[in-house]
């Protein structure tokens, strides 16, 4: 039994010493370990999300601009309350510094309701909203597709339609700065409200083909200063007339997402209706948020 016992750890200690049996464990320890280290980086992978690309996001999604919200109420012998609101974003799909498409969404709402103690009222409500698809066909020039909605109660415009499109070329283009100029043609259709004391026989609708020329300025005047400026010049093709539109937003931050806002926004017409002011200007204050 001895003698058993004796060759039996003979035979283990020369297996133990023998250079395949070595060869073999540590490739099977080297097995383990890789196998150990695939499975903590397939479970690492499994639990990080990647980041969705711009042309992958929902239309809502991917928004930046600045947007604010002003608000005025007076009482005594006259009575007026004021609302404003503005709204200026922009969303690019593809490469962040040369992108492939570009969204515009501006949005310019005022509501003015005043009274005296004679009872007499006076609204003067603005709103006008459009969107500016651009698709670029380089680092410089793009072709953009518009649309725009107006309601401007002081020139008595019911509703005044617009659907376009030209080229843009891109002036400056750095992280502190957008310069974009546009040149293009509409079709505009605008409808009139009827006054008091119109003419007999005045048009209460236009269609007017029109030449477009504009510029879009974005700018970073300072850590705490940010500027938005539109300007649009129209000339009509086949009537007399012609008209402008500028909008300019200035936020001053007081925090990381809100800032003091500075409206201001002005609507001319050359022909407005017999009676009534060519010119429509607001300068309004409010609070303002970045996103």
Same mark, same amino acid.
């Given at each position: #039994?001895?003698?058993?016992? *004796?060759?039996?750890?003979?035979?283990?200690?020369? #297996?133990?010493?023998?250079?395949?049996?070595? /060869?073999?464990?540590?490739?099977?320890?080297?097995?383990?370990?890789?196998?150990?280290?695939?499975?903590?980086?397939?479970?690492?992978?499994? !639990?990080r999300q990647k980041p969705r690309r711009a042309d992958t996001l929902d239309f809502w999604q991917g928004w930046k601009g600045l947007g604010s919200l002003g608000y005025n109420l007076s009482t005594g012998d006259t009575q007026s309350l004021n609302l404003t609101a503005n709204l200026d974003a922009e969303r690019r799909s593809g490469p962040p510094k040369h992108p492939d498409w570009t969204t515009h969404a501006d949005v310019i709402a005022l509501w003015a309701h005043s009274s005296n103690a004679s009872g007499a009222v006076i609204r003067s409500d603005t709103f006008?909203?459009?969107?500016? /698809?651009?698709? !670029?066909?380089?680092?410089?020039?793009?072709?953009?597709a518009m649309a725009q909605l107006e309601h401007i109660q002081p020139e008595s415009i019911a509703l005044r339609q617009s659907y376009g499109g030209g080229v843009g070329q *891109?002036?400056?283009?750095t992280p502190r700065a957008q310069w974009n100029a546009l040149l293009g043609v509409d079709w505009t259709r605008t409808?009139?409200?009827?006054?008091?004391?119109?003419?007999?026989?005045?048009?209460?609708?236009?269609?007017?083909?029109?030449?477009?020329?504009?510029?879009?300025l974005k700018i970073?005047?300072?850590? !705490?200063?940010?500027?938005? !400026?539109?300007?649009?010049?129209?000339?009509?093709?086949? /009537?007399?007339?012609?008209r402008f539109e500028t909008s300019s937003i200035l936020a001053v931050p007081i925090s990381r997402h809100f800032n003091i806002s500075f409206n201001f926004d002005d609507y001319y017409l050359t022909q407005p209706l017999p009676g009534h002011h060519a010119n429509n200007a607001t300068l309004s204050a409010g609070l303002g948020v970045k996103f």
């Amino acid at each position: #039994m001895r003698k058993k016992w *004796r060759l039996g750890w003979i035979g283990l200690l020369a #297996m133990c010493l023998s250079p395949a049996w070595g /060869q073999n464990t540590a490739g099977s320890a080297r097995a383990s370990g890789q196998a150990a280290a695939k499975a903590k980086n397939s479970k690492g992978k499994k !639990h990080r999300q990647k980041p969705r690309r711009a042309d992958t996001l929902d239309f809502w999604q991917g928004w930046k601009g600045l947007g604010s919200l002003g608000y005025n109420l007076s009482t005594g012998d006259t009575q007026s309350l004021n609302l404003t609101a503005n709204l200026d974003a922009e969303r690019r799909s593809g490469p962040p510094k040369h992108p492939d498409w570009t969204t515009h969404a501006d949005v310019i709402a005022l509501w003015a309701h005043s009274s005296n103690a004679s009872g007499a009222v006076i609204r003067s409500d603005t709103f006008t909203g459009s969107l500016r /698809q651009d698709y !670029h066909l380089n680092t410089r020039q793009f072709v953009y597709a518009m649309a725009q909605l107006e309601h401007i109660q002081p020139e008595s415009i019911a509703l005044r339609q617009s659907y376009g499109g030209g080229v843009g070329q *891109r002036l400056l283009f750095t992280p502190r700065a957008q310069w974009n100029a546009l040149l293009g043609v509409d079709w505009t259709r605008t409808r009139f409200t009827p006054t008091v004391g119109l003419p007999a026989g005045t048009a209460l609708l236009r269609n007017a083909a029109e030449a477009q020329v504009g510029e879009t300025l974005k700018i970073k005047l300072a850590n !705490h200063l940010r500027l938005a !400026h539109e300007f649009s010049y129209f000339k009509s093709l086949n /009537q007399a007339g012609a008209r402008f539109e500028t909008s300019s937003i200035l936020a001053v931050p007081i925090s990381r997402h809100f800032n003091i806002s500075f409206n201001f926004d002005d609507y001319y017409l050359t022909q407005p209706l017999p009676g009534h002011h060519a010119n429509n200007a607001t300068l309004s204050a409010g609070l303002g948020v970045k996103f």
